[in-house]
């Protein structure tokens, strides 16, 4: 089937070539039909080249990999981190047909004023400056022309590969063919404007009321509905530089450089920590291009297409993990990943801990200042990838994010340290998590339950007590890991009623030769000696190969 492809299909072909050229063995056997092994990923080096020579669409896909420590050892994220996709921009007269396409009116009517040169260039779109006839300047950021149909062509050929690897162990173990179906939907999410712009709006929406930093210190551009569509995002624009091109002894802003950086550097930090842990919404690509420093010294979040999501479940648990890794606990970190893994999996708790011990035991003697608190996390993640505990894929953008984040934060600030900033903000969240926003409703709530309860209970003292004196009562256990124990116990019983059988074999032929007089008879009493010695040597060499003599 895939033969077929390569020949009819100049992409697939184009696609065959690069991996040829850049040595994956492994690909090369499965695209050409050949026998292959369990899959085999190429160095980083010449994944993150083969990515690049392929495309817009595998830059992303290796842009969303980067994101997976749950999958991919460190030296693979590290490598898949740095992936950008260097285009060349689309000239005007291409990009004006898709803008003229989108808009209502002519573009005459809508804009007053169009850089045609583009401010930025990337995989899925590029961006202009304009100015609205009202006269408000904004950005519009216009899809690259012609891209759903690479887009979708590149799609089909990763099912396909992700169906011909979910026949081995390792594609049935990680599902690779959702997570081919994840990365799909993922990318047209990013197709469709429409979505990052509702992104937009919504972070926008909970950065703007807080208590933990100043709401008028950070921004997100203002989405203009009126003139966007699925393939025409226009944003309110933002004047300013990337966050850490920005010369910040030249702002209005009171204090000096020093102070300005290590206040930019907090205020990210607990912007980010109210995205992750109270909003369950965060950004999830902040890197140094996506941060701007503005002229009036506000900091801008831009580029909201690759956002994150957490279930209350997961932000507590997330939270405690948090917790136990600052405090090195590698028994409290091994119940928390624990209980991120799927309830039918099976894993070693004991070897989990030793490996959480023996990582957290590292960092013992350091002081809290040198430890770089986003790779102490992703070596977390590691650990729980080495022991097939499959982690929610957004945890992994969680941990993307908090990697970027520090990483700015500590060019900003030398002596900027995660953990001594969140401690303080993590306790009042623990602290609402008790009691909640209300702690007057939550204290009614209570007393609440408190009176069901004592109501109820008389009534279902009665029916247990009812169940017990009528014998009615059953009870009902389900104990795990009992496997091991019911094969070893067979085993035993199979070996003792084996060594019944040997020995009255030996009586048996013992009687038969003691008591016979008759020669004919012989034969069968030497037959049973031959039987049960021969059996006897079997059971014997059972024993010693099995190492279970003593």
């Given amino acids: 089937m895939f033969s077929r492809l390569v ?73 898949l981190s740095t992936l950008q996709a260097e285009v060349p921009a689309v000239d005007w007269a291409e990009i004006e047909i898709v803008i003229r396409q989108q808009l209502r009116s002519p573009l005459e009517e809508t804009f007053a004023a169009i850089n045609y040169q583009p401010v930025a260039a990337g995989s899925i779109a590029q961006t202009h400056r304009a100015t609205l006839k009202d006269g408000r300047e904004v950005a519009l950021k216009v899809q690259r022309p012609g891209l759903e149909v690479v887009i979708e062509q590149d799609i089909a050929l990763i099912r396909l590969v992700a169906r011909l690897v979910a026949q081995t162990d390792f594609g049935q173990y990680y599902d690779i ?3 081919a179906e994840e990365f799909a939907q993922a990318l047209r999410i990013e197709l469709d404007f429409t979505q990052e712009a509702s992104y937009t709006d919504q972070l926008k929406s909970n950065l703007a009321t807080t208590r933990w930093f100043d709401p008028a210190r950070i921004t997100v551009p203002q989405i203009y509905w009126e003139v966007t569509t699925s393939k025409l995002l226009v944003m309110e624009w933002l004047d300013g530089v990337p966050l850490l091109s920005a010369n910040f002894g030249g702002v209005a802003y009171e204090g000096d450089a020093d102070r300005e950086r290590e206040e930019i550097s907090t205020l990210l930090l607990r912007a980010f920590f ?18 701007f420093y503005l002229s009036d010294g506000r900091v801008a979040l831009l580029d909201c297409g690759m956002m994150g999501r957490l279930d209350p479940r997961t932000q507590q648990i997330l939270l405690e993990l948090v917790l136990s890794i600052v405090n090195l606990d590698a028994q409290r970190c091994t119940q928390l990943v624990l209980q991120l893994a799927p309830p039918t999996q099976s894993i070693n708790r004991l070897k989990l801990e030793s490996e959480f011990d023996r990582l957290l035991r590292r960092y013992y003697s350091m002081n809290i200042s040198q430890v770089n608190f986003s790779k102490l996390v992703y070596e977390v993640l590691q650990v729980a990838r080495s022991n097939k505990i499959r982690i929610p894929g957004n945890l992994g953008l969680c941990a993307k994010a908090i990697a970027n984040l520090e990483g700015i934060a500590r060019t900003l600030d030398p002596n900027f340290n995660i953990p001594n900033k969140i401690r303080p903000m993590m306790t009042e969240v623990f602290q609402r998590q008790i009691v909640g926003e209300a702690p007057l409703a939550a204290l009614l709530r209570t007393v609440l339950d408190v009176k069901n309860l004592s109501l109820q209970s008389p009534r279902q003292v009665e029916m247990l007590l009812d169940r017990i004196t009528s014998e009615t009562l059953q ?17 035993s019983a199979n070996r003792l009623s084996f060594s019944v059988v040997v020995g009255s074999l030996i009586i048996g032929a013992a009687i038969i030769s003691a008591n016979t007089q008759l020669s004919q008879v012989y034969w069968l009493s030497d037959a049973l000696f031959a039987a049960a010695s021969f059996l006897g040597l079997w059971l014997v060499v059972s024993i010693l190969r099995s190492g279970h003599l003593r």
């Fill in 274 to 291: 109210q995205q992750i842990c109270l909003d369950g919404f965060f950004h999830a690509d902040p890197h140094p291009g996506n941060l």
């Fill in 7 to 79: 020949q009819t299909s100049s992409r697939q072909g184009e696609i065959v070539e690069v991996v040829f050229r850049n040595g994956w063995d492994y690909m090369r056997r499965l695209l050409t039909g050949g026998k292959v092994d369990e899959p085999k990923l190429p160095p980083p080096a010449v994944l993150r080249n083969i990515l690049v020579d392929l495309g817009p669409v595998y830059i992303k896909l290796g842009q969303l990999l980067s994101t997976r420590p749950d999958l991919l050892p460190s030296e693979y994220i590290e490598s």
């Fill in 475 to 491: 009870w009902n256990f389900s104990l795990r890991e009992l496997e091991p124990v019911r094969r070893t116990i067979d085993a």
């Fill in 177 to 179: 063919v959702s997570l």
